[in-house]
T-cell receptor, first 114, second 113 residues
């Protein structure tokens, strides 16, 4: 079974600045996938970015990028040029292979200061 | 529209009652997952169905049950409801080998009074 740990409950960033959200995970599987989800006040779960463990290259989606450190089992999310709309709860999650459940961390609340 | 449809969006019911939450997965997805999110909490995995069969079970109470029908829609049944069952219940679906994405519905907010 996998575990996902997000140790920071809250973070704050100034608009237009960069912020990094931390996540560590643990799994005994060699085939796994890592995700960051955003949950705004509407409570909708929105996929931000995903990373396949077998890929060494860090995933990037516009202003969002990850720092995937496989040996350290670390998967942090970097948000560049933060915008007010980025304010939300962010969840890190892990799935081990196809058709397996997502295991989530406890989430981190990100606030963006104008 | 994410492609995953959950109904109803809101539900208010009394303690001791029974409710059914419904989920229609994204077209072509065989797996359906149910999650519970209590106030200010993370998402707790309840149960997974794959093509009509139970695939994995998480922290699901005995008062809760689920099933997936031949048309792949799923229902989560919650009975003998307690105040602590008040939460947001999410359904997600995935396509497995076709893609490793998980698509979430907008959730059903259950309030037990």
């Amino acid at each position: 079974a996998q575990t996902v740990t997000q140790s920071q409950p809250e973070m704050s960033v100034q608009e237009a600045e960069t912020v990094t959200l931390s996540c560590t995970y643990d799994t005994s599987e060699s085939d796994y996938y890592l995700f960051w989800y955003k949950q705004p006040p509407s409570r909708q779960m929105i996929l931000v970015i995903r990373q396949e463990a077998y890929k060494q290259q860090n995933a990037t989606e516009n202003r969002f990028s990850v720092n995937f450190q496989k040996a350290a089992k670390s998967f942090s999310l970097k948000i560049s040029d933060s915008q007010l709309g980025d304010a939300a709860m962010y969840f890190c999650a892990c799935a081990t292979g196809a058709n397996s459940k997502l295991t989530f961390g406890k989430g981190i609340t990100l606030s963006v200061r104008p | 529209d994410s492609g995953v449809t959950q109904t109803p969006k809101h539900l208010i019911t009394a303690t001791g009652q029974r409710v059914t939450l419904r989920c229609s997965p994204r077209s072509g997805d065989l797996s359906v997952y149910w999650y519970q999110q209590s106030l200010d909490q993370g998402l707790q995995f309840l149960i997974q169905y794959y093509n009509g069969e139970e695939r994995a079970k998480g922290n699901i109470l005995e008062r809760f049950s689920a099933q997936q029908f031949p048309d792949l829609h799923s229902e989560l049944n919650l009975s003998s409801l307690e105040l602590g069952d008040s939460a947001l219940y999410f359904c997600a679906s995935s396509g497995g080998l076709r893609d490793y994405g998980y698509t979430f519905g907008s959730g059903t907010r259950l309030t037990v009074v």
